[in-house]
Antibody, heavy 121, light 109 residues
Framework: QEQLVQSGADVKKPGASVKVSCKTS????????IHWVRQAPGQGLEWVGC????????YYAQKFHGRVTMTRDTSISTVYMDLSSLTSDDTAVYYC??????????????WGQGTLVTVSS | QTVVTQEPSLTVSPGGTVTLTCASS?????????ANWLQQKPGQPPRTLIH???NRHSWTPARFLGSLLGGKAALTLSGVQPEDEAYYYC?????????FGGGTQLTVL
């Protein structure tokens, strides 16, 4: 069955970078988009960006342009999100989610368990 | 900046019916917005109930209905159950990016 398993919690200092991984299984890796969504403590969901696992083409929210990089390793069906120049505002749970896109539908159907990234001096 | 607006909170009685809406600052929400509705309970990842305006998943109870209503995306819950108490988020597609609504806290009381 389809699964997205994320890397464990991480603590970073302000100004550092963090890399979160999302290992997928149970489906053809290259046929889908993987999105990253974050949720600050007590706050709502925020779309960070996505990567098309076939070509590696990425789309990022304007807010994160220049600070986020999404990559994939097709040999191990894993997607990565790298976020740089961290501040305390980046403290959040980061989720990966698969998008199934067919003619006429776009569906965020499977989600990872979330990765807590804490930015603290 | 594109903003997606939801009711911050709603209260419904068990067995009742409630409609949550999702509006876009850029104009009417259409089928081309591919509205997704997600449910999130404390300490859990989100779970998508409805995608592409009105399509349920196999895990989505039939009491959840997605639609377009008056230029907005809408999620109607009929015969509300206590376990429906949760946060609900809509997610809309704008070419090349997605935007979440601020979420609706649904209380079943």
């Amino acid at each position: 069955q389809e699964q997205l398993v994320q890397s464990g919690a991480d603590v970073k200092k302000p100004g550092a970078s963090v890399k979160v991984s999302c290992k997928t299984s149970g489906y053809p890796f290259s046929d889908y988009y993987i999105h990253w969504v974050r949720q600050a403590p007590g706050q709502g969901l925020e779309w960070v960006g996505c990567i098309y696992c076939n070509s590696g083409v990425t789309y990022y929210a304007q807010k994160f342009h220049g600070r986020v990089t999404m990559t994939r390793d097709t040999s191990i069906s894993t997607v990565y999100m790298d976020l740089s120049s961290l501040t305390s505002d980046d403290t959040a749970v980061y989720y990966c989610a698969r998008e199934t896109s067919t003619w006429g539908t776009k569906d965020f159907d499977y989600w990872g368990q979330g990765t807590l990234v804490t930015v603290s001096s | 900046q594109t903003v997606v607006t939801q009711e911050p909170s709603l209260t419904v009685s068990p067995g009742g019916t409630v409609t949550l809406t999702c509006a876009s600052s850029t104009g009417a929400v259409t089928s081309g917005s591919y509205a997704n509705w997600l449910q999130q309970k404390p300490g859990q990842p989100p779970r998508t109930l409805i995608h592409s305006t009105s399509n349920r998943h196999s895990w989505t109870p039939a009491r959840f209905l997605g639609s377009l209503l008056g230029g907005k995306a809408a999620l109607t819950l009929s015969g509300v159950q206590p376990e429906d108490e949760a946060y609900y988020y809509c997610l809309l597609w704008f070419p090349d990016f997605w935007v979440f609504g601020g979420g609706t806290q649904l209380t079943v009381l």
